[in-house]
């Protein structure tokens, strides 16, 4: 088992930068693949970014490509999504997502991911 906790989100112009972190905590001995998702009100829930658990490895949606970077701190637990040149139609509840993985394989796929956190707010004014 492991938790998940973001942090990083709020309000920000168009064109501005925000940092999401995800902090696991738990079962952290275990190799986990991650992902962001976002989530826009009356919308599904889609994938931003995902990272192999070497971090060797990673996928972007293609609206963020160029933008977004993800990372991870093995060390630390924690996982980030640097977010560039936002947009407004970024705005969206951001969740960090796990699933024990020994493939190193970025898995893209919302149904793949066991363990969720609980989001955060990014909002883009224009």
């Known amino acids: 088992q492991v938790q998940l906790v973001e942090s990083g989100g709020g309000l920000v112009q168009a064109g501005g930068s925000l940092r999401l972190s995800c902090a696991a905590s738990?079962?952290?001995?275990?190799?986990?693949?991650m992902g962001w998702f976002r989530q826009a009100l009356g919308k599904e829930r889609e994938i931003v970014a995902a990272i192999s658990w070497s971090g060797a490895f990673t996928h972007y949606a293609d609206s963020v490509k160029g933008r977004f970077t993800i990372s991870r701190d093995n060390a630390d637990h924690t996982v980030y999504l640097q977010m560039n040149s936002l947009k407004p139609e970024d705005t969206a509840v951001y969740y960090c997502?796990?699933?024990?993985?020994?493939?190193?394989?970025?898995?893209?796929?919302?149904?793949?991911?066991?363990?969720w956190g609980q989001g955060t707010q990014v909002t883009v004014s224009s």
């Open positions: 997502a796990a699933r024990g993985d020994y493939d190193d394989y970025p898995y893209a796929q919302r149904y793949e991911y066991d363990y």
């Open positions: 738990g079962r952290t001995s275990k190799t986990y693949a």
